[in-house]
């Protein structure tokens, strides 16, 4: 009894030193216009599904939130690198280990060519366990002659051409919460449990080895890693007692739409007295999401975890700065990341105005490139496409515009898969507008495949080291 009531007294005292947001608490959204919110049919049972998920244990804990803000805080910084990568929408119907694993492998692969080739610590967060609702912009599409309701992503209706399926059903937002569940369960046991390995460098590329050029690079890289650790056994270090060169960090994070969900999933830290958002280690605002009297800033202003927001070339240096004010006032680095997705053809002209007003209005934020959604076209048999070229063109863009206005070209943010898909044209393989009907599997936006992941990478750390 005495000891509990001393506890207590040491939360309090934790809780004293928060500064809670002002006004806020994880409903008050709900008077804000939400924008993106799906029409569900039955309001009784969108609410039961919601209390069954606020029922259930959290998928991520604050700690590891606040983990996350500290390495962003380094990359914010200027002193660490954000890999933040994945599909562009998770699918229900391919939720595999084999799925989960590929992807992984991917991201693993890049981060050690950007960590290798760059020398500095890469942050590794994936769009991952919980990216199931999309944006649209209208509200119907037209599939054949059909004008139906929009697909929203997994988590909301299910893509196939009938009015049926393309109903909103509560009951996915609790699958959604399942499938991300297991998804964690199994990333934090590859990540922990000896997959991530350094000595498995050469593993993760068993299988385009011998056939592509960056996968001959790649297993260059991997052999002068191995050297080096067997430089350092031989020099005396116990490598095997380093954590560090076993086990990874990969952090979780989705576009945080669905603000019902989230609600669900806010949970107050034990701890800190602070409230966060348990679905993920980081949640993003999208172009369509982002406004100054929208529910979305409303509810992610209140949460602890780190945020980001999409920002496009319509965006202003004066809506920038409210953004930074609105979500950061403390001003923490690592706390708001701007992730930049202004096409190939303008970045620079229209970063560059953005990244002088925060340099100069002293917010310290971690600006990364999406260069993958503003740089998407119809190929001629109308498949969603983008250019391997396009995408490595805005990041070029990127980091010269950071380069002339002195600030750090701080990470990239991709929409790739493990698997062997013809999704994005271009590449060392060259896939051409013939090849995308051969493996275009995408529940959404067209992905990078395996090998032009890493080919990107490569490139990445090339272009970041020479111009450094
Ligand atoms: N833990 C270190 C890191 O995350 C080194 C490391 C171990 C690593 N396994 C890795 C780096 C896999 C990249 C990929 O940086
Ligand atoms: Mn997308």
Not at 89 to 105: C, P
Not at 375 to 399: M, Q
Request: proline content about 4%.
């Amino acid at each position: 009894m005495a000891a509990e009531s001393a506890q207590t007294v040491c939360v309090r005292s934790l809780k004293d030193e928060v500064d809670m947001p002002k006004n806020w608490t994880k409903s008050t959204w709900q008077s804000f216009p939400a924008a993106q919110q799906p029409d569900w049919p039955d309001a009784g049972a969108l609410d039961r599904a919601l209390k069954q998920i606020e029922s259930y244990p959290p998928l991520v804990f604050a700690g590891e939130a606040r983990t996350l803000l500290a390495s962003l805080g380094q990359v914010a910084n200027g002193n660490a690198f954000l890999l933040q990568a994945g599909d562009c929408a998770e699918s229900f119907e391919e939720f595999t280990a084999v799925n989960i694993r590929e992807k992984l492998r991917v991201i693993l692969q890049m981060a050690v060519v950007l960590t290798y080739s760059m020398g500095v610590p890469v942050v590794k967060v994936g769009r991952i366990a919980g990216q199931f609702a999309k944006p649209r912009s209208s509200a119907t599409e037209k599939v054949g002659s059909r004008e139906l309701p929009s697909f929203r992503g997994h988590m909301v209706n299910d893509p196939a051409a009938h009015e049926d399926a393309r109903t909103p059903d509560p009951q996915r937002l609790v699958q959604a919460y399942h499938q991300s569940a297991s998804t964690l369960n199994l990333l934090r046991a590859f990540t922990k449990g000896g997959f991530a390995d350094l000595s498995r460098v050469h593993a993760w590329n068993q299988e385009f080895v011998s056939t592509s050029a960056e996968g001959q690079r790649y297993e260059q890289m991997a052999a002068e890693i191995e050297r080096a650790l067997a430089f350092m056994r031989a020099c005396g270090v116990d490598t095997e007692s380093h954590s560090a060169l076993h086990e990874v960090d990969v952090f979780t994070s989705h576009e945080a739409l669905i603000l019902g969900y989230e609600e669900a999933l806010t949970r107050q830290d034990s701890l800190t007295g602070q409230w966060y958002d348990c679905s993920a280690h980081m949640l993003w605002i999208g172009e369509r999401t982002r406004q100054l009297d929208g529910a979305h800033i409303e509810f992610l202003r209140g949460v602890g975890n780190p945020i980001g927001v999409k920002i496009g070339p319509s965006a202003t240096a004066d809506y920038v700065l409210s953004l930074c004010e609105a979500l950061n006032p403390k001003r923490v680095p690592g706390r708001l990341t701007l992730i930049s997705r202004m096409g190939a053809d303008k970045v620079e002209a229209s970063l560059r105005p953005l990244l002088r007003a925060v340099r100069d209005a002293g917010h310290p934020v971690v600006w990364i490139c999406d260069p993958m959604h503003a740089n998407t076209f119809a190929a001629t048999n109308g498949r969603k496409t983008r250019h391997f070229d396009d995408i490595l063109r805005e990041i070029v863009g990127f980091v010269s515009a950071h380069r002339a206005e002195n600030t750090w070209p701080g990470g990239i943010h991709i929409e790739l898969t493990g698997e062997n898909v013809t999704e994005c044209l271009g590449g060392v393989e060259a896939v051409s507008q013939d090849d995308l009907d051969v493996r275009y599997e995408t529940v959404c936006d067209p992905r990078l495949n395996a090998r032009q992941s890493i080919d990107l990478a490569f490139q990445v750390a090339d272009l970041i080291r020479t111009t450094k």
